[in-house]
């Protein structure tokens, strides 16, 4: 199995209760992607809906999940002929730590009008671009073959490039294919290497179309930093240059340069660390 | 009291319940605007959680809501220094039709940077811009003083500008003045004259500043319609130009031009009408 479908996979435990083992390959120094994360609860919630596609999936991050075993509480609360809804929450130590909701559809099976007006950015191809190593986290980036634009990779070697955007290319090391589920980590994969300790509050991906095997085209740009809190915006487009998600986070920087060891704070001042 | 305010009441009706009345004047045809019911949660939330300011609110609609008396039910899940986090289901006839899940803190004391790298849009004012009527909405939109830009007016008489963006100003009509609340409804006020049945499936929003008294500028664009899936994005800045909120819908084009009335379909074919 590949180390992601290996990562997220779920146990049945009880009735809308899993098992799953948060994978420390995942971190983004001492704790997992938000990303990673959501795609653990959506893994739940595919064996709990029976759509296959998350075409909506929020994630809440109140706290700070650590490696090792989760409980994914998972509860399907409608289902219907287009789409079914469910919850799910990442538990540790009797904690919920993440909290998802999201409306799951088919979007091998979607009627419907298709009118684009935006224009996918052209950037140079995955050769031409720079492969990202990365000091911050270099067993998440082992997981990956990105590419970054040479203006956007000064992100990767820990320098601000200062205009907030930062594209490239990206696919699993392994040769995993992307489908729907591994959208939602890509979603998050550009925060990564951020200098400072930028807990993700809330994240939100749409998947809007079911990308063909091969790289992933994205783009991920920050416009407004306000009182520290920022979005990020994600657009995802497959080789064919379809789009196949969009993302937005809400995430504050923190004074801390990096997340405390867990333990060093009360349980009332760590809340809010979604990652 | 306000009609907004007094839409959004709760009354507590035990641990954690709340009791709402949702007011047909923020219907949109037969079904209660998504912003407004997302609003109603948030108003619940404040009473359960410790910060003021919604600073991220996500709602999924799987069940379609009716006017009349409804239950909230609100949960504080983690409480710290700097946010709190809480779940809110809208429950009628022993359904959850409305899932919310929100982080609250408070955007009069947030430290951190502030880097700006968008312009926001210069458009004519509110006396050089086109009042909205609409024939959709009538007493939705008597609620407010909407003004659209030329360019955007042909949404408001129900023609398709044919660019997805519309842009203008909105306040209260009875001069209730903005603030991050009411930011929840202002978010969503750009598809009510859509003229085709386009239910909202997930709505987030963004808190990013405390309004001052006054307009509200807002822009909504579309820009991927994709097999009837599509995103609408939202900003809104006051009057003193500082962006105070962003939010993303996810919505679906459906093949009915209007919702089918209730009880005309069985439940499972209602589901996943989010208004």
Known sequence: MSPFDDGVAVTPSGEGRYRAEVDPRWNIGSAPNGGYLLAVAVRALRETLPHPDPVSVSGHFPGRVAAGPIDVEAVRVRSGGHHSTGTASLIQDGERRVLVTATFGDLGDADG????????????????????????????????????????????????????????????????????????????????????????????VHARGRPVPGWLQCRFQTRYVIGGYLEEDGEIWDETGALVALSRQLAKVRAEATPPPRGRLSERQEASTGR
Do not use: K, N, Y
């Open 113 to 204: 009008p298709t009118i684009i007006q935006a224009e996918r950015p052209e950037i140079p191809g995955p050769d031409a671009c720079v492969r990202a190593i990365g000091s911050v986290a270099p067993m998440f980036l082992q997981q990956f073959d990105m590419r970054l634009t040479p203006e956007s990779a000064g992100f990767a070697v820990g320098h601000r490039s200062g205009r907030g955007l930062m594209e490239g290319w990206v696919r699993f090391e392994d040769g995993r294919e992307p489908d729907t589920l591994s959208l939602v980590l890509f979603a998050m994969f550009h925060l990564m290497e951020q200098p400072r300790w930028v807990p993700t509050i809330e994240l939100t």
